[in-house]
């Protein structure tokens, strides 16, 4: 169906080549990954870039001739170095897999063994000759940019870093030079500057010893930062594949467009916006293009047959008929900050915090106005949701002082009376576990309001719809338990159950770190929109500056249970005071070239 | 292409299967998925006769269970089915009416237990640090001891009364049942829709009653079933040892003891009352585990998604 793009210096075949690649359930009923189709040059990172349920997990899983259970590959080949993967006969298979092919997980913690050292899990991936010897080892520790020492070989893996985890688990997958190594979202789980370290140990790597590695993401600037060429997977499908480059500064596929457009980004002030409609279930149609709901663009033909990828520069294709045309988006402008007459609703002097012993908060003392949304930005460990916890009320192992509308607020939720309660709401991270699972939304909701209003049944039930409609979800949510909903559904719940007390501060803890980028995008413009109309004041932690810019008016950075930069967001995002800060704006992965060579110079 | 075309109609007879699903209420449609495995027809199949035979049995005795009617140890005839025991009395009688008060005294022996053993479970998990602490050390102390052998030894001192057993029978339990609660519990009160309860200023007994509940129920119903297991046999073990009921009451466990010497003339008359309690045993265990798969199948991988899609925004 499709002729292979063939370029002049691709003389004799690639390091990696896969043809017409298919996965599908065991009953051959849906069809998880379709027709997949990609070559890779030897030292050539490509990345795949992909939302939840999209099927790239799989797809990466897939190169390595793995599926998970229930799954089975259907057709297609897989060619590594000359070899075909599909043929090989398990034992073959298994022999193969560590040598020819690698895999890094997302999480290096549950991927290495906790009870055998560093050092005995690394020899493990040697040759049976090589085991013994350490200063192999250390060469290979030293290469990922870990110390070579042999004390760090004893260790075991709780004694480490989520960073050098990963690193472990990089150094183990290049232990035996493979040709092909799959990198499943490595640094999701780290703070920016780890992130950054960590790519850059990865793209020297497959630099230096000419690997091919696929990097699989749902973060298309950290895509953009390691990857020179870029798929594009939508319900399991590549919509398009390109150079870099070009598919992020003129992507062809109405999907690529959309997705570009959610993720904020931390050059650029400019509001991001969502994808309509709600993501496909797992698994590719068969009869038409998958995004075709969702699509601006589609035609009659888009949904009556399945577009073929058409090549539209070299190296540049993409599944879509129309891929010269363009959707009238809203031009990506500045954004008009706000200026909030900063009467303080809320101020915190002072406000130490400890976990038992050990003191995590070393007196903070900051403000919030009324109406203003501030940021709390800082990376994993420098306090900041044990800040938000403690103005929540939910840390009572705190001491100093705070005020709520100029009135002492105590420390402690039980302590405080229902009216400040309901005043201050608190939204969780994890939106799949702030709902109890065995009660439907309306009567979470309900049940909320019924803590501090005596109402009847009938005026509860039209203010949890009210309190629904104003997050945008449909009153037939009420009845719906929280496994009906998908992450982005649930969060919104979560506001909703925040708005229906009519509170003055909503406290956001990291409330997207946990959503998809399309789905964040709605998220925080539905906040930003609250904020608008409602004059709420939003306290919203994160440790994404990107996620800030366009939505919080004022930025308070933390470090190590210290706050260490205040200011107006744009101030602080162009003029950064603090070292911190100026370290958390270089290592934010970022979208373009020049945003890229700007950061070094920060 | 023709591959796509039959893939496109699987997809719609797909879509007309979800549609025929749909049409029946959600709660048939989980009775179904729960039936669909063997275990659970086993289990309830084996658990439902029994507890007929137990409930409705007494209607169909052929004679009074204590009536003398043949001669001690007589083999199986048409008049006495499964023979005679001891004291020449009818065996199939005296089955049909001796499972009433094992099994009662079981379920109530249990459900005291559970209620007790989830209760101080539930407090220690929610509450934690002393609380827990003293709960379940003074717990540890109580499982030093060895139980059926307290039992014992407040039966003999202080006579044999149905609420007294059932009472040492579920203490025997709370102990066990509570460290299962405890540890579910423990779970369940990390959750952030428990800290969000308390931030808003919800009462511990409410929280407990509301949000922790509700989401330890499983771990409660696969602790009942394992514990009714084990109360029949501790029962039917203090029946054996005429510790629950004197003769000449018809029960399982007391005809065990009377009629073990006779084993060679007339087997039926232990074999029967012993299969009927194994029968039963393995049925309840059955329908537990298959309960605990059923109520787990949200959480495994590759779990089948909820058949309709939501319409909505995201």
Known sequence: ?602 | MAGHVSAAARSAARSDAARAAGSYPAWIRSVREFFSRGSAIWGASLTAAVLILVAIGPLFAGYPPIDFVGAPFESPSLDLPLGADIMGRDVLSRVLSGGTVILSLSALATVLGVALGGLLGISAGYFKGVADDLIMRTLDVLLAFPQTILALLFVSVLGSSFLLIAVLVAAIHAPQVARVIRAAALRVAGEDFVEYAKGIGTPPLKIMAREIVPNVIGPLLVEGGLRFTYSIALIAGLSFLGLAQDPPAANWGLMLNENRIGLAQNPWAVVVPVGLIAILTVGVNLLTDAYGSWAARGNRPGAPQPAEIIEGPL
């Open chain 1, 1 to 602: 169906m499709r002729v292979p793009v063939s370029t002049p210096e691709r003389c004799g075949e690639a390091a990696v080549v896969v043809r017409g690649l298919c996965v599908t359930t065991a009953d051959g009923r849906r069809c998880l990954v379709d027709d997949a189709s990609l070559e890779l040059e030897p030292g050539e990172v490509l990345g795949i870039v992909g939302e939840s349920g999209s099927g790239k997990t799989t797809l990466g899983l897939a190169l390595l001739h793995h599926c998970r259970r229930g799954l089975c590959i259907g057709r297609g080949t897989i060619r590594v170095a000359g070899r075909d993967l599909g043929t090989a006969a398990p034992e073959e298979l298994r022999q193969l897999r560590g040598r020819l092919v690698c895999y890094v997980p997302q999480d290096p913690a549950s991927a290495l063994n906790p009870a055998l050292r560093i050092g005995t899990q690394l020899a493990e991936c040697l040759e049976p000759r090589a085991r013994r010897d350490r200063t192999q080892l250390l060469d290979l520790l030293s290469a990922v940019k870990l110390p070579p020492r042999e004390s760090f070989l004893e260790s075991f893996p709780h004694q480490l870093s989520g960073g050098q985890l990963q690193r472990v688990a990089i150094a183990m997958a290049f232990a035996n030079r493979p040709r092909l190594i799959v990198m499943d979202e490595p640094t999701t789980g780290l703070d920016v500057t780890t992130q950054a370290h960590v790519l850059d140990t990865v793209r020297q790597l497959c630099d230096r010893h000419h690997v091919a590695a696929i990097y699989v993401s749902h973060d298309i600037a950290v895509v953009a930062a390691i990857a020179r060429r870029v798929a594009v997977v939508y319900a399991g499908r590549i919509v398009e594949i390109g150079p870099t480059e070009r598919v992020l500064r003129g992507p062809a596929h109405p999907y690529t467009r959309a997705l570009i457009h959610a993720v904020p980004d931390i050059d650029d002030a400019t509001p991001v916006s969502g994808i309509p409609g709600h993501a496909p279930e797992a698994g590719a149609e068969f009869s038409c293009c998958s995004f075709a709901p969702r699509c601006t663009l589609a035609v009659d033909a888009c949904r009556e047959h399945l577009p073929d990828l058409l090549t539209i520069a070299p190296g540049h294709e993409v599944r879509c008929p129309r891929s010269g045309d363009r959707e009238n988006l809203p031009p990506r402008g500045p954004v008009a900050v706000r200026e909030t007459s900063v009467k303080p609703l809320l101020a915190a002097h002072g406000v130490r915090a400890f976990y038992g012993r050990r003191e995590v908060l070393h007196g903070v003392t900051f403000e919030v106005g009324a109406g203003e949304c501030v940021a709390l930005v800082g990376e994993s460990g420098s306090g900041k949701t044990t800040l938000a916890r403690c103005i929540g009320g939910l840390h009572a192992e705190a001491r100093g002082t705070m005020t709520f509308h100029c009135e002492p607020l105590p420390l402690d939720t039980r302590v405080r009376s229902a009216a400040t309660r309901r005043r201050i709401q608190y939204i969780f991270q994890n939106p799949y576990g702030s709902f109890n699972p065995r009660r439907s939304i309306g009567a979470s909701l309900a049940l909320t309001l019924s803590q501090f209003e005596k109402l009847t049944s009938s005026e509860r039930r039209g203010r949890v719809l009210a309190a629904l409609d104003q997050v945008s979800l449909p009153a037939s949510m009420a009845e719906r338990y929280p496994r009906d909903l998908s992450g982005g559904q649930r969060q919104r719940a979560a506001i909703a159950r925040a708005l229906i007390t009519d509170p003055e501060l909503l406290i956001c803890d990291e409330i997207t770190s946990a959503l998809d980028v399309s789905v964040q995008a709605v998220i925080t413009e539905l906040l930003s929109d609250l904020q608008r109309e409602r004059g709420l004041a939003m306290l919203f932690v994160t440790h994404n500056l990107a996620v800030v810019r366009g939505l919080a008016q004022r930025i308070v950075v933390m470090q190590g249970g210290h706050l260490v930069e205040e200011g107006p967001t744009d101030a602080v995002m162009r003029h950064p005071q603090s070292d911190e800060t100026k370290r958390l704006l270089r290592d934010a992965p970022r979208f373009t070239a020049a945003g890229r060579e700007a950061a070094i110079h920060l």
